[in-house]
């Protein structure tokens, strides 16, 4: 129970690693806020949090749009009072080329990966500057080296691990501890 009385907002986390760390945080008694753009896959995690008598709220979110992410840093203060960790982990995965990529799934790629970190941080700063709280934003193993058929994700990724750094110089005067996490391959 390190979290108990922590307010953590886990964006993306109606599946996968998003999931398992909301899941994670609740287990240490944090109160987590799901925000999913699958509300449904958000009400699943949300389920699986509770049936561990654990407390837990989702929220339909675009991270990539400005107004969704607002509604978001609203219900979460309304329900919560307060923030403590923004997990930035929302993203999307387009395995194509340079060549074979459309444009628009590019700018979708960037407006996620990218953009829904800086909105998200952007707007839930005010908040984590009351409680001297955290950002955590995850990355990949392919921000460091890239592969074959991933050059829009690979460059999110890696401009992720630049955003996070230009935000800890700028924020950690402030208390605010800004990370990034660079997982590999998961099931």
């Known amino acids: 129970m390190k979290l108990k009385n922590r307010i953590v907002v886990v964006t993306g986390s109606g599946s996968g690693i ?10 240490e008694g944090a109160k987590v806020v799901v925000p999913d753009i699958n509300l449904h896959g958000a009400e699943e995690t949300v ?7 654990g407390i837990a709220v989702a929220f339909k979110t675009y991270v990539s749009k400005p107004e969704s992410v607002k509604q978001l840093v609203d219900f979460s ?24 990529i459309t444009f628009e799934e590019w700018n979708l790629q960037m407006a996620v990966n990218v953009g ?16 001297k709280g955290n950002i955590v ?8 080296f890239v592969e074959p058929v991933c050059a829009g994700y690979c460059t999110t990724k ?5 955003l996070t750094r230009a935000m800890a110089i700028d924020h950690g005067n402030e208390g605010i501890r800004v990370n990034c996490i660079c997982p590999g391959y998961i099931d």
């Open 18 to 27: 998003g999931r398992a760390c909301a899941i994670e945080f609740a287990k």
């Open 47 to 53: 389920s699986l949090i509770k049936d561990e008598r």
């Open 77 to 100: 203060i309304k329900t919560c009072s307060k923030i403590d960790v923004l997990v930035n982990n929302a993203a999307i995965q387009v395995n194509k080329t340079v060549e074979d």
């Open 116 to 131: 829904g970190i800086f909105l998200c941080s952007k707007y839930f700063l005010p908040y984590l500057r009351q409680t």
């Open 137 to 144: 934003s995850m990355s990949s193993v392919n921000g460091y």
């Open 158 to 162: 890696a401009a992720i691990i630049g």
